[in-house]
């Protein structure tokens, strides 16, 4: 019974914490809802450019690939290895929903970077990577979650709950936290590292304006590309070890 109302606590942690505001916002007011429309706006180009270059580069396949198509097929393969790599050999399904993941945690991590967000003026707060946000990375953990619960109950049956007392009963509530604590620990780890880079980047353009951020932000390029191959890695991981109980 402890168990349960620390993981529902540890649950409603987790939607409280989505709810923390640093700096002002813009809000938009959807039906019955209140939508934060910086991250909506922000979203809605990352998932333009996703579908804006897929459409262009794969609309006129050819036999011997173009460049568009070559290097989107490259991705496709890089992202198919590294489902297998986690997953094992029942990876086909998941690698629509993995390579989601990445992609987009892809795209927005280097739209801080390179997109001038800064310059577009809004009523309130200003523009910023999606994943910049806790209620975009909490959001993309979240189905994470969903994900491996359903691989392990899909394959497993019931039988999938069994895990919580390997190899002793005594672990019961470690094992029942552990899982709980996952989409935690992706969320935070990807809005930490990506709100560093860009806050990092922000003070040293005030302070030295003109050489010393060159670099800070190619190294912000590359530890953004790390974290979204970290998350999809992770997502891919624990589907995996869900569906056979030995990774």
């Known amino acids: 019974m402890n168990v349960i109302l620390c993981s529902s606590n540890m649950l409603k942690g987790l939607y409280d914490i989505s709810g923390v505001e640093v700096g002002q916002h813009l809000y938009w007011q959807i039906g019955g809802f209140q939508v934060h429309a910086q991250v909506l706006i922000t979203s809605w180009v990352v998932i333009a450019i996703l579908l804006g270059s897929v459409t262009v580069a794969v609309r ?13 097929e490259y991705v496709l393969e890089f992202i198919r290895d590294l489902s297998k790599t986690q997953i094992g050999e029942e990876y086909g399904p998941w690698v629509p929903f993995i390579g989601t993941m990445f992609l987009f945690i892809f795209v927005s991590n280097w739209s801080g970077a390179l997109l001038p967000w800064k310059l577009i003026e809004l009523p309130h707060g200003e523009l910023a990577a999606p994943t910049n946000d806790i209620n975009t990375t909490v959001a993309l953990a979240l189905p994470t979650s969903v994900a491996y619960f359903y691989a392990g109950l899909t394959k497993k049956g019931l039988g ?3 895990k919580y007392i390997q190899p002793t ?3 019961l509530p470690i094992n029942i936290l552990e899982d709980f604590t996952k989409p935690l620990s992706l969320s935070f780890r ?3 590292n990506i709100l560093a880079d860009e806050l990092v980047v922000v003070v040293l353009v005030s302070l030295v304006p003109l050489v010393v951020p060159i670099p800070v932000m190619f190294l912000g390029l590359f530890t953004s590309g790390i974290q979204a191959l970290i998350f999809a890695t992770l997502a891919a991981a624990y589907i995996g070890e869900s569906m056979e109980g030995h990774h």
Do not use: V
């Not at 006129?60 to 989107?72: E, M, R, V």
């Open 190 to 192: 990807l809005f930490g």
């Open 160 to 162: 999938y709950f069994g």
């Open 169 to 171: 009963p005594i672990l």
């Open 60 to 72: 006129n396949p050819q036999t011997i690939p173009t460049n568009g198509q070559n290097f989107f």
